[in-house]
């Protein structure tokens, strides 16, 4: 960690009969989000992570390391590679092996930054991304 990171480890006591904040009563959220306060959720399942950003995004600081995080991390590495190779993200296709929160998060901000660079609409730059996944299945 840098010399301005701040954050000191909490101390650990085992909590018997404690109800994950994924599956606790929605109105619970209210009282920790608070305005001028920023909130990091980690390690929720898929559809929690994504209804806890949309529900909460556009009035409170929330963030999540899985879904913007990650695919911030890979979309710069995206373009830094594009820098030195030439070309545009919408000259490739791009496949990720698992539909969890970081490959999703992933394939929006690289259809994203995609539709900003090229004017297309996002769903069109969608169907450059590929997710595949093990608990997907086709009837």
């Known amino acids: 960690m840098g010399p301005g990171y701040s954050h000191t480890k909490p101390s650990t006591c085992p909590v ?3 109800t994950p904040l994924s599956s ?5 959220l209210p009282a920790i989000i608070q305005p001028g306060t920023r909130q990091k959720f980690e390690d929720f399942a898929n559809h929690n ?3 806890l ?3 909460y995004g556009t009035t409170h600081l929330v963030f999540n390391d899985d879904i913007q995080g990650t695919a911030s991390v890979v979309l710069a590495g995206l373009i830094a590679a594009l820098k030195l190779v030439g070309g545009s993200l919408a000259e490739h ?3 990720f092996l698992g539909a969890g929160e970081a490959g999703t998060g992933i394939e929006e901000l690289i259809a994203l930054e995609m539709s900003r660079q090229t004017k297309a609409p996002l769903e069109e730059c969608r169907k450059r991304i590929w997710l595949v996944d093990s608990k ?3 009837d």
């Open 53 to 55: 950003l949309a529900k």
């Open 136 to 138: 997907i299945t086709w």
């Open 49 to 51: 992570a994504f209804e």
């Open 24 to 28: 606790a009563p929605r109105s619970f």
């Open 16 to 18: 018997v009969g404690i």
């Open 93 to 95: 296709t791009f496949l």
